[in-house]
Nanobody
């Protein structure tokens, strides 16, 4: 059983910063990639950032240059979010792809006030 728990969300003014964390517990194996997704009300879930097992990163177009994904090891994932905009408001989910299966956290709310 694998559990992913996000933290660090909250309310921030436009132009501010937040750092999200995701902690994994349980049996971690054969990690393919780790990433962050977000879902705003009435919209589909979208990729924010992803880091592969080899360390290469991929970002959604809307966050390039503002967000940075990083990891400590196989059990900690981070998302540094700078220059936040109102359109970044969403529930943010961490995602582990292990052995070809997707594992998701419960999500953390990020609200950016303009």
């Amino acid at each position: 059983q694998v559990q992913l728990v996000e933290s660090g969300g909250g309310l921030v003014q436009a132009g501010g910063s937040l750092r999200l964390s995701c902690a994994a517990s349980g049996s971690i194996f054969s990690i393919n990639a780790m990433g962050w997704y977000r879902q705003a009300p009435g919209k589909q879930r979208e990729l924010v950032a992803q880091i592969s097992s080899g360390g290469s990163t991929n970002y959604g177009d809307s966050v390039k240059g503002r967000f940075t994904i990083s990891r400590d090891n196989a059990k900690m994932l981070y998302l540094q979010m700078n220059s936040l905009k109102s359109e970044d408001t969403a529930v943010y989910y961490c995602n582990w792809i292990m052995g070809g299966f997707n594992y998701w956290g419960q999500g953390t709310q990020v609200t950016v006030s303009s």
